[in-house]
């Protein structure tokens, strides 16, 4: 996609925990959003050695604040999550209300089922989006700076919901701007700098004496 990235190539493995990082404006939004479907692109996706299908993926976008308005509950949203596993019009299931309630409580928010999405703060909305990626049990998250608005207790058990996700063979590509968690919770970062991608583990990609360009950017992100 000229003007914001092209030329670029990366295959994960099923059960990897990549994180993506970069400059602010370097396209990870856009590749996030080419991945789902959400933008054209001239490239192929392929995920488990066939173009993605209904249910194969869930994705966590940036939270814009109009999405709050809704006149819908936090248990709601989460439900949506299920739509893959049934008919347009059927109703949840045993397991399907099972699952719902797990990805609630994997993201600390057991007691707000009912609470409406104008009355949460943003970290709590942030964790109810993550909530219904979890819930939907795809085979591929993406998610688009899942951490954003969470304190560090919440970003944490996040992660080990994602970790419980990867043990049983569950890809995960996250967005993250905070090179902290990067390094706590990601085994392997690639680093997009608009024609190219750097792969490698944390303690490659995100070096304390940063060598050329990227790395400087992406060092320049952790002040």
């Known amino acids: 996609m000229p ?6 190539g990366f ?9 993506l990082v970069g400059p602010n404006g370097c396209g990870k939004t856009t590749l996030l959003r080419c991945l789902v479907g959400e933008l ?7 995920i488990h050695g066939s173009r993605p299908r209904r249910g194969y993926v869930s994705y966590v976008p940036q939270v814009q604040r109009w999405e709050r308005d809704y006149p819908i509950t936090v248990g709601e949203v ?3 999550g299920r739509r893959a596993h049934r008919c347009l019009f059927g109703r949840l299931s045993h397991h399907d209300r099972e699952a719902i309630d797990a990805a609630i409580e994997e993201v600390g928010l057991p007691d707000l089922h009912r609470r409406p999405l104008s009355h949460l703060s943003g970290g709590q909305f942030r964790r109810v989006l993550i909530a219904r990626a979890l819930a939907q049990d795809a085979d591929v998250m993406l998610l688009d700076e899942p951490f954003a608005g969470l304190d560090r207790d919440s970003a944490l058990r996040v992660i080990d919901a994602l970790r419980r996700r990867v043990a049983r063979g569950v890809t995960v590509l996250a967005s993250v701007h905070e090179l902290d968690l990067v390094r706590i919770g990601f085994p392997r970062v690639l680093g997009l700098d608009r024609s190219t991608v750097h792969d ?3 303690g ?5 004496e940063p060598v050329g360009m990227f790395r400087a950017q992406v060092a320049a992100l952790a002040l």
């Open 11 to 19: 295959s994960i493995d099923p059960g990897e925990m990549v994180a």
């Open 40 to 46: 054209p692109m001239q490239g192929t996706v392929v």
């Open 3 to 8: 003007g914001v990235f092209e030329g670029i």
């Open 200 to 202: 490698g583990r944390p």
């Open 78 to 80: 989460v439900a949506a």
């Open 204 to 208: 490659d990609i995100l070096n304390d």
